[in-house]
């Protein structure tokens, strides 16, 4: 059974850090092109960064320079730093394969309000 579960959310002020952590499971982890999407109330999902399995990476130019996706292929784990956040980075966000994948986790809420 595929899995994601999402970790790391929070309340942070504009300008602020914070580290999402997406346990993975069911999955060929070593080789899936992992993404984190993030989907921001009255919008629909959107995909923000992208890992391959040789770990190259891409991020949407919203947050290009600021986030940074990597991965811990022994653990199944992918994580997103987020850095500088601001009031627009506010949403839910939610890792999955990519392409993904009918298999949703909870997500995590990102919060970025003074």
């Known amino acids: 059974q595929v899995q994601f579960v999402e970790s790391g959310g929070g309340l942070v002020q504009p300008g602020g850090s914070l580290r999402l952590s997406c346990a993975a499971s069911?999955?060929?982890?070593?080789?899936?092109?992992m993404g984190w999407y993030r989907q921001a109330p009255g919008k629909e999902r959107e995909l923000v960064a992208v890992?391959?399995?040789?770990?190259?990476?891409n991020y949407v130019d919203s947050v290009k320079g600021r986030f940074t996706i990597s991965r811990n292929n022994a653990r199944y784990t992918v994580f997103l730093q987020m850095n500088s956040l601001r009031p627009e980075d506010t949403a839910v966000y939610y890792c999955?394969?990519?392409?993904?994948?009918?298999?949703w986790g909870q997500g995590t809420q990102v919060t970025v309000s003074s």
């Open positions: 890992i391959t399995g040789g770990g190259i990476t």
């Open positions: 999955n394969m990519q392409p993904s994948i009918m298999a």
């Open positions: 069911g999955v060929r982890f070593v080789i899936a092109s």
